[in-house]
């Protein structure tokens, strides 16, 4: 598995994906979806597909996969590795949604919810199975939501292909088992190899499970939140527990923007402008760097609107 499309940008989101074997495109195919990463609060969350021909169900069942959270790092990487290793019939493909993706969609003014990103990322990845020539007959799929009306959408989206959308079917049905594998398999080397873009020193990656209810996970967040500009891309700043973290730890200051009137704004909210913290009483060189540090602040926010 060949991370460095991602890796060579994190901020973004990625697509990584196996060659489509040959006899995918000429037999009737069942393909699996399920993902990894769901709820820590960091690193990405991970979506998979895997997929073969319906005549080597059984073959895949004796590969012996199962749900991935009931294998140890050791099984699962083991288990990709056959996955990967019979890519005569076995093909995968995933989506790396990026902590900053899933947190900028979240907090985009038109609402974006996990379980919308999570259907349509699903949806993406059969689009990509067909696009790509996969000879598709059924489609089983972990829900995210009520089953029935997840199951009601997808048969809607793809008319001819038998869907079954269950709770727990990464451990009813070995061809989720595979996806669910191979996701986790990912997101694992991911966060793992995780690159910081930021100018953070040395970071320690300790960081726990990565779920907001680890004490290792808490501490970690803590060291790393930065008063004034809050925490690196890593993090999903979403997640309520980042956003009582920089509440709580950060400082308070207001954007001016156009419908502000400056200082006098940030007055009435009882806080300060962004800019105060940058003097321009001195003259010449205080007075450039007051610009410069606004151009920097008005580009920051740019680059946030545009990714929305």
Sequence with gaps: MDLSPFESDNSVSCRLASEIPDVCRTEDCCLGIDEAGRGPVLGPMVYGICFCPVSKKQELKDSKVADSKT?????RENLFQKI????????????????NTISTSMLQRTKYNLNAISHDTAIDLVQYAL???VQLKEVFVDTVGPADKYEDKLSKRFPGIDVTVRPKADSLFPIVSAASICAKVARDRVVKGWSFSEDMGDVEADYGSGYPSDPKT?????KYLDPVFGYPQFVRFSWSTAQTLMD???VTVHWDDDDEDGEKGAQRQNNKSMLAYFSASAGGKDQKSTHQTHRFFTERRLKSLEAL
């Design 218 to 222: 808490k501490a970690w967040m803590l």
């Design 248 to 250: 709580s730890k950060g």
């Design 131 to 133: 696009d790509s020539g």
């Design 84 to 99: 990967d290793e019979s890519k005569s019939y076995i093909g995968w493909a995933l989506q790396i949604l990026s902590p």
């Design 71 to 75: 294998l140890n790092e050791v099984e």
